[in-house]
């Protein structure tokens, strides 16, 4: 399924219009090219289940067979003719393999576009490739484009990764797959050059797969090339697409690209001793050392030199002193870290310096080549360096592979794109022309248009400006101070009192800067959720993978901004959540058949606001919860009264036990009701970061998770409630209700401790100015009110004066290095006075033990009793 | 209103910017002294980072008498001490003259503490050079003397100089000590 779903889902997901969106009609009446276009479009966008879509295909493709006759080109017609038979075959499901049809068609579709002749005036030529795109939605584009930010790297890893054929694995199919995909959405996108550099590629990985080997530089260039495209599209969506003669010079140096002419390319130096199977290296660092946070701060100064004389070079290759820059760079670094013992990154900094010191000493020629494995090295190492302050350590594999690319271009026998320059003697820092034979006008096209790309890149990276979190905060922090002083300032009596309008006016105008000051500090911080939901569409694929099932994923709102804080801490829930609804929300193809349901199982991953907070939703159209059996085993844990007629329990009540830890283990072994499997983290997680989760389940229909998630973490909703002066802020989302309680619903347990009922539940009644020891507030509790609170598994009602409102505050810690139980921190509220901020856990824990205390108290004054009568 | 301006310390090594070491030279014999009751006492002035009024103060819950609370020192939340309290004199009504002095110390692990310490009233910056300052007295083992840096000797005056990390580290150290024996005797019942 995969390959299918997956191409309709990335390109769902940069919201590519549906097919329903093309009008076929309007089509017929426009150019052939455009219609092919079109086509292409349709290929991509139409699913095989999507019937309408596949006949308004193959009758379009009929009509580019008719008029590729009349215009008599019978290759186009042929093919187009085939592509159409295709079709119809699929519609009339007569292929075993929808999928290997599908690829076909595609192919077809594509070699009908290489043979078609360009046809009149107003068609696109390749002199003006970028005209076809006019009709492109920019919008299209620009979500492409910064979707590729992140997929283009991916495609960069997996082909390193595929270096080692024989321990590649799926990232060969991986890689094949994403070249397809992007050769689809250029097609899409009427980006005809990088359509036909994709295409190219991928034939040249067949070529070198069937002779035994894996074009990672083709690969590597072909990245770098629609990395190139990608700056030019970001700053102009109808931007030509660039020269692509460096990328295509080193399809044809490593392969031939034309093959009836070319000698049989020598097969390129096989990587020698197959890379260790481990995919993480070893770092062993002393924590403790000191010199070694001097040693990461300084290195990434070093590789920032570094990469900035390459790019210098690419502009300009004639000034050694940057060679020398990067020399000392890598050369200072490696000898840092040998003192520090940090092994790879002695080898990798060796290597690149090894290869550098030939450069200077004029035995190797500095050319693009080098250019790009110093950058290569810069970025492995500035991962290695970064894993030092606990980032992920780079692949072994990536390292590994680095350092024989190294070495193999050091001796002068590089890359296959690379032959060693017939003319060793050139002099170090002149333009390289290594490929020059092979491609004279690459040099010239790399020249003018890389760095040229590569500044721009940079000119928009400028946009962008990396701050520490710390400064963020503290600039937060203080915009939350200035929205208190404004409150202050215009709650204050004199000011009120004032009856001018200029001053009122003006007073007005300062509060609405200030609001929006407050707005935008509190933008910084956020984050989108894209980079977490895309991670889960892999994690989808892979689940429904192994699983065996057919799962859509469906997702929605990825644009949808939360607090940097908040984003890191849901990957997990998010990931407990899917991996549950893949594996036990989703029934197998033959179940759902059977049940009269698609095969494939949607899942629907949206986020969205909701009165100020963010609701995440996973939502699956499986079999549901099944209540029978929670509740069977909710008898068999006493958990639950078996007297109670399971009838009278509300769903919400019976969902909620799935979340009880331990709860998933005992059902692990039944198939149908799991479902828990970590369950209790989901809860545990998402409450740390004061969120909610509900559960709601039709069966048969499916189940909706539901996170509740504040907007950020600096800030909470809180009821502010008083006890005699004192204000305390209780969280809002940790109070269930609030009431004035009855005399009659009262209870006296040993004359100490005290007991309500709420509904059916007894309820434990801690004061809480007994538990912070507050010698005002009133005793009575007919004449206070009581806030039943809850944490987790413990629900008690906390006794309070009254509560005088609701407010969102800034959290603040209190300065104090002990931590207290019951205060999660302060607040400051619009007065300049503090109030604490309750830690309902904390606080319900401390009352117990403290009622515990009493109650042991009491007890042992009884025993002694006894014992003395 | 920051009593001192904070000389930037100066790299040991540069002997071109000698001015702002003078300077830091200079301060480390000066002295901010206080009342507390009849007594007077002093703190380096370095360690001061400013004197304001008395706010309005949070108390805190579980915390010793001598914690009055927390305050908000410009959106700053910071805790503050009664240094009435934590010398065992007897509590007095606020006047006019009362005011905390808001104090910086690192700990052992270099950590900063920013703490505001309730005084009756500030008196005035002395210079106390060491050859006036005598080592504390000797009472016996009874009275904890950690947070007596020395005598200071102003005019025929003696002025207990505050060590005020030990203040608030013995504080510290006193809490640990009471919260462990607070779980002991539960354990123990």
């Known amino acids: 399924m995969p390959l299918r779903g997956a ?8 919201n590519a219009s549906t097919p329903a969106d093309i009008d076929f009609d309007k089509v017929r009446t426009m150019s052939l090219r ?134 590649a694995g799926n990232a060969l199919a991986d890689v094949k797959r994403r070249i397809h995909t992007f050769k ?136 050694p002193e940057h060679v020398n820059v990067i020399f000392r760079a890598f050369h200072t670094i490696k000898g840092v870290a040998g003192f520090m013992n940090l092994v790879p990154v002695v080898r990798c900094a060796h290597a690149a310096e090894c290869l550098l010191d030939r450069v200077r000493s004029g035995t190797r020629n500095l050319d693009n080549t080098v250019l790009d494995l110093v950058l290569v090295a810069s970025d492995i190492l500035g991962q290695l360096i970064a894993s030092i302050n606990g980032a992920p350590l780079p692949s072994k594999r990536s390292v590994e592979s680095l350092i024989v690319r190294l070495e193999l271009a050091s001796d002068g026998n590089d890359a ?166 893949c594996d036990h929300g989703i029934e197998s193809a033959a179940d759902r058949r059977a049940a009269g349901k698609d095969e494939t199982g949607t899942l629907k991953l949206r986020a969205f606001h909701s009165g100020g907070s963010i609701v995440i939703e996973v939502a699956d159209d499986g079999r549901g919860l099944n209540r029978g059996r929670i509740l069977k085993k909710c008898v068999e844990r006493g958990l639950l009264d078996p007297a109670r007629n399971p009838a009278d329990i509300p769903d919400s009540e019976v969902w909620n036990y799935v979340f009880l830890p331990g709860f998933s283990t005992a059902e692990k072994v039944t198939d149908i009701s799991g479902r828990g499997v970590g369950m209790d983290v989901v809860r545990r997680n998402i409450e740390a970061l004061r969120g909610s989760v509900e559960i709601y389940s039709t069966p048969g229909e499916g189940s909706v998770f539901s996170m509740r998630l504040p907007l950020t973490m600096a800030i909470i909703d809180g009821m502010i409630v008083r006890i005699g002066t004192q204000r305390y802020v209780v969280p809002t989302l940790s109070i269930e209700r609030s009431f004035r309680p009855l005399e009659s619903d009262l209870t006296m347990v040993f004359g100490k401790g005290e007991l309500v009922r709420v509904g059916e539940q007894h309820l434990a009644v801690h004061r809480l100015k007994h538990v912070f020891d507050i010698d005002e507030g009133v005793d009575a509790l007919s004449e206070g009110l009581l806030l039943v609170l809850e944490s987790g598994k413990r629900r008690a009602c906390v006794f309070v004066d009254e509560i005088l409102g609701q407010q969102q505050v800034v959290i603040k810690t209190l300065g104090a290095r002990e931590s207290l139980r019951g205060v999660s921190g302060g607040a400051i509220l619009g007065d300049g006075r503090v109030a604490l901020i309750v830690d309902v856990g904390g606080l319900l824990e401390e009352a117990a033990s403290r009622g515990h205390d009493r109650l042991q108290r009491t007890d042992s004054r009884h025993s002694l009793k006894e014992h003395m009568s | 209103m920051s009593i001192v301006e904070r000389p930037t310390p100066s790299s040991p090594a540069s002997t071109t910017n000698q001015a702002p070491r003078k300077q830091r030279d200079a301060n480390e014999h000066k002295f901010l002294s206080f009342c507390l009751g009849a007594e007077t006492y002093g703190v380096e002035i370095l360690k001061v980072r400013e004197i304001i009024g008395l706010l309005a103060i949070t108390p805190l819950p579980q915390t010793p008498p001598y914690v009055r609370g927390v305050m908000n020192l410009r959106g700053r939340i910071i805790p503050v001490i009664d240094l009435r309290l934590r010398f065992a004199l007897p509590a007095v009504e606020a006047t006019k003259e009362t005011c905390v002095i808001v104090l910086e110390s ?67 150290r006193q809490q640990i000590a009471q919260a462990a024996a607070a779980a002991s005797t539960r354990e123990a019942a």
């Open chain 2, 106 to 172: 690192s700990d052992s692990e270099g950590e900063q503490t920013v703490m505001g310490a309730v005084v009756d009233s500030v008196r005035e910056v002395q210079d106390i050079p060491p050859s006036a300052i005598e080592p504390p007295p000797e009472f016996g083992c009874e009275i904890p003397l950690g947070y007596i840096q020395g005598m200071g000797k102003v005019k025929e005056k003696v002025i207990l100089l505050l060590e005020i990390a030990e203040v608030v580290g013995s504080r510290e």
């Open chain 1, 416 to 581: 296959p794109a690379q032959p060693p320059s017939p003319n060793p003697s050139t002099a170090t820092g002149t333009a390289a022309p290594a490929a020059a034979p092979l491609e004279p006008p690459a040099i010239s096209a790399m020249t003018a248009s890389d760095p040229n790309a590569r500044v721009a890149a940079m000119r928009k990276g400028d946009q962008t400006v990396k701050v520490s979190t710390l400064r963020l905060d503290s600039l937060v922090n203080e915009v939350g101070e200035l929205v208190i002083a404004q409150l202050m300032v215009m709650q204050d009596p004199t000011i009120t009192a004032v009856v001018d309008q200029r001053l009122q006016r003006n007073l007005a105008h300062l509060g609405k800067i200030v609001r929006d000051l407050q707005e935008t500090s509190m933008s910084l911080r956020m984050v989108t959720l894209r980079a977490t939901f895309q991670k889960m569409a892999r994690l989808v694929r892979d689940v429904a993978h192994k699983a065996g099932k057919r799962v859509q994923l469906v997702v929605e709102g990825e644009d949808v901004e939360l607090d940097r804080n908040v984003v890191e801490e849901i990957g997990d829930p998010l990931v407990h959540m899917i991996r549950n609804a």
């Open chain 1, 34 to 167: 455009h219609s092919i276009n079109q086509a292409a479009k349709a290929v991509v966008l139409t699913d095989a289940r999507d019937l309408p879509g596949l006949v308004a295909l193959q009758d379009l493709l009929q009509s580019i067979t008719r008029e590729a006759q009349t215009r008599q080109a019978s290759e186009a017609a042929a093919s187009s003719a085939e592509a159409a038979e295709l079709v119809e075959q699929i519609v009339l499901r007569q292929v075993a393999d929808v999928e290997q049809a599908f690829l076909r068609l595609t192919e077809a579709i594509s070699r009908l576009d290489e043979t078609t002749p360009e046809d009149g005036a107003n068609a696109p030529s390749l002199s003006n490739p970028n005209s076809g795109r006019t009709s492109v939605d920019r919008d299209l584009i620009a979500a492409w484009v910064s979707g590729c930010e992140a997929t283009i790297p991916e495609l960069e890893h997996l082909a390193v990764a595929c270096e080692d054929i024989a321990h």
């Open chain 1, 7 to 14: 191409f309709a889902f990335t390109l769902r997901w940069f």
């Open chain 1, 184 to 319: 689809g959405e250029c097609g899409v996108l009427s980006l005809d050059c990088a359509q036909r550099l994709c295409h190219d590629t991928e034939t040249h990985i067949e070529d070198a797969l069937a002779q035994g080997h894996f074009p990672v530089d083709a690969v590597l260039a072909l990245a770098d090339w629609l990395r190139t495209l990608m700056a030019e599209l970001a700053n102009d969506p109808v931007a030509a697409e660039p020269d692509d003669a460096h990328a295509r010079a080193a399809l044809r140096a490593g392969f031939g690209c034309d093959r009836a002419t070319a000698p049989t390319p020598t097969p390129p130096p096989a990587i020698p001793a197959p890379i260790d199977d481990g995919c993480a290296i070893e770092l062993n660092f002393d924590a403790a050392d000191d010199n070694l946070a001097d040693f990461v701060t300084e290195a990434r100064e070093h590789l920032a030199n570094a990469e900035n004389s390459v790019l210098q070079l690419e502009k300009n290759s004639n000034d």
